[in-house]
């Protein structure tokens, strides 16, 4: 659950520039929201690994 908790905080960590973004129009935000995205990417790609791993064995 360590995974899914930190999942978790990064979605949170994401909201205020997500809101600066879309609500203000600040690019900045927009660029950290797209790197945060991509780490949330990254993080679901290796659950989806450890899961498949755990599965078959």
């Known amino acids: 659950m360590n995974k899914f908790g930190a ?4 979605v949170m960590s994401l909201e205020a520039d997500f809101a600066k973004f879309y609500d203000k129009g600040n690019n900045a935000a927009g660029t950290r929201v797209r790197k945060g995205m ?6 679901a790609q290796d659950i989806r690994k450890e899961v498949q791993e755990q599965k078959n064995s």
């Open 7 to 10: 999942l978790q905080d990064l």
């Open 38 to 43: 991509q780490e949330l990417k990254n993080m």
